[in-house]
């Protein structure tokens, strides 16, 4: 990899080679910070966001959320790295943040420093050398927008950033996962001991990794009476993202409980259930399989607690398809189309049906995708495509309809 300066968004940040640099994370960091300016006006009296970076590496996205976005006060970067601290410094100097040492040793200053988003000051960067779990458990900062980029899992840093949103009452997680091996159950046992669920190793994985994320952040929230709600929940390549409105209420916290659940799936008939009380079938009550008989060997497989409610929240979409038009990021149409699919799956059914798998799975070849959906909505019932994957429908028909509308037998 060629070491040198990178532009990304409205940033040029430095790369070396001992801080982590993902080229491949763009598409990412764009999308995260489209959400940022979408909760511009989202917290009380017209709060901006205090955020903590908390691994930082380079600083990128950080920094690219405080200059693309008027509504950034504050950024502190964190970082366990020294190399990777002192290049983070490096590059949001040079991207106009204004230094807090500095500031704190030149006063003066303060008010004299120009190039916010909104051309008013710009936003004020710390960079802190430390464990991330050390410094927000330490609690000496109180941020109302945590992000969490780690390599792997985050499941380590959840709950140090929750008890320190908690003391703001109301703020924003935002959460990468790049263990979706794990997440999509490859690694079964790894999800049950890290996630606290039971994950589906099948053709909707990466929907039901996204809400096995968010069953766990809700669990782990909902212990400290703080209530969750998704901004997004996003698959993309070899990582998950979601962000979460975070509020401090008990009965918020148990709203979120309440939204979690199980899901249950045929491997017989792709019959898909799902369910809010762990009432698990041994026996599809959709083609009777698991019985006894040649059916004993295909009862449905099961899987969760994990987040049955709604995916998005829709005035957060719009929002950011709104930033998304106004900004000329070079991924901005695979944004877009990435932020309309995410409309449309909204109110619709969890899980979706890979229309190739299904073929398969019946020695059958699929139908054009217009057919199928022309198909499922003659009988009445409703269609939609879906972010996790180009080749599936989402739709409120039951498997059978699914598998006639699909298959040319
Ligand atoms: C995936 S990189 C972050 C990438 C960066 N956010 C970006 O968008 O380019 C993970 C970073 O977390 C740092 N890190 C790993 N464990 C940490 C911990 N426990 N506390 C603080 N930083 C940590 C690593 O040094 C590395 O720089
Ligand atoms: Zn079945």
Known sequence: MDFGEVKEGSARVRTAENAFYNPHMEFSRDFSSLAVAALDGALPDGAKLRICDGMSATGIRGIRYAIENRNVEAVTFVDMDKAACELTAENAKANGLQDFAALSS????KSTVQGGADGGRAPIFRVVEDDINHHLYRGGEKFNFVEL???GS???FIRSALLNLRASKHGFLSVTATDTAVLCGAHQKACIINYGARPLHTYFC???AVRVLAGHVVQVAAAMHLGIRPLFLLSKRHYVKGIFEVSKSASAA?????RLGYVSFCPKCLAIKTMTKPMLPSICESCGAGGTGADGGSAPIWGGPMWLGELHDKGVLERMQQANSERRYGNRVEIANT????RQEMGMPAFYYDMH???DHFRAMPKPFDRIVAALQDKGYTVSRTHFNGLAIKTNAPAKDV???ITIQ
């Open 206 to 208: 990466h929907e039901a």
């Open 403 to 405: 598998a006639d509308a």
């Open 339 to 342: 932020l309309l699919l995410m």
């Open 154 to 156: 985050p499941v380590p």
């Open 357 to 359: 798998a299904v073929a």
């Open 254 to 258: 148990y709203d979120s409980m309440m």
């Open 106 to 109: 030149e006063p003066e200053k």
């Open 149 to 151: 980029d780690p390599f």
